[in-house]
Antibody, heavy 125, light 107 residues
């Protein structure tokens, strides 16, 4: 079945980097964009970024510009997100999700239909 | 960035109640609006996209409406499994911002 399996939890010190993986199965991974969302403890959802796995093109939330790198390995159906210069505010559960699209009246509507298992990243000294 | 707000922040309701959650965008987003449900410790689940299109497998008691800046999610008859937090999200442009969420709990 369709699933996205993410790497395990990570504990990092402030200033360090973390790389989270997201491995797709059950569908042709290169055909769907992957989006990233995070959720700080007890907080809401924050959209972070999107990548087209087949071309590598990316878009990021402005507040992450310069600190985030996303790559894809189509041979293993895996997408990676690396966040650098970590600070305590980056402590969160990070989710990847498949972007599905709906075409109607000459418009494309995007939504996240399959979500990853989540990766807890803790930044603490 | 497009700012999303939701009201109420939380509500208490009983099984069988009709529940409506409101979402507002800081600018017109046409009908580029998604609704997600999240239960504690779980990833979100899409309920509705394009403001009113029900995701496959989602019960018909969920419905969405609105266009422009004002949107609603309605649960026609609340069921025990519906107690959760609901988030709206605009898909009009990146960053695809979420609302702060509405928690529905048991009265």
């Amino acid at each position: 079945q369709l699933q996205l399996v993410q790497s395990g939890a990570a504990v990092k010190k402030p200033g360090a980097s973390v790389k989270v993986s997201c491995k797709a199965s059950g569908y042709t991974s290169s055909s769907s964009h992957i989006e990233w969302v995070r959720q700080a403890p007890g907080q809401g959802l924050e959209w972070l970024a999107v990548i087209n796995p087949s071309t590598g093109s990316t878009r990021f939330a402005p507040e992450l510009q310069g600190r985030v790198t996303m790559t894809s390995d189509t041979s293993t159906s895996t997408v990676y997100m690396e966040l650098s210069s970590l600070r305590s505010e980056d402590t969160a559960v990070y989710y990847c999700a498949r972007r599905d699209e709906y075409y109607s009246n000459y418009n494309y509507y995007y939504y996240m239909d399959v979500w990853g298992t989540g990766t807890t990243v803790t930044v603490s000294s | 960035d497009i700012q999303m707000t939701q009201s109420p922040a939380s509500l208490s309701a009983s099984v069988g109640d009709r529940v409506t959650i409101t979402c507002r965008a800081s600018q017109s987003i046409d009908n580029y609006l998604n609704w997600y449900q999240q239960k504690p410790g779980r990833a979100p689940k899409v309920l509705i996209y394009a403001a009113s299109t029900l995701q496959s497998g989602v019960p018909s008691r969920f419905s969405g409406a609105g266009s422009g800046t004002d949107f609603t999610l309605t649960i026609s008859s609340l069921q025990p499994e519906d107690f959760a937090t609901y988030f709206c999200q605009q898909s009009y442009r990146t960053p695809r911002t979420f609302g702060p969420g509405t928690t529905v709990d048991i009265k």
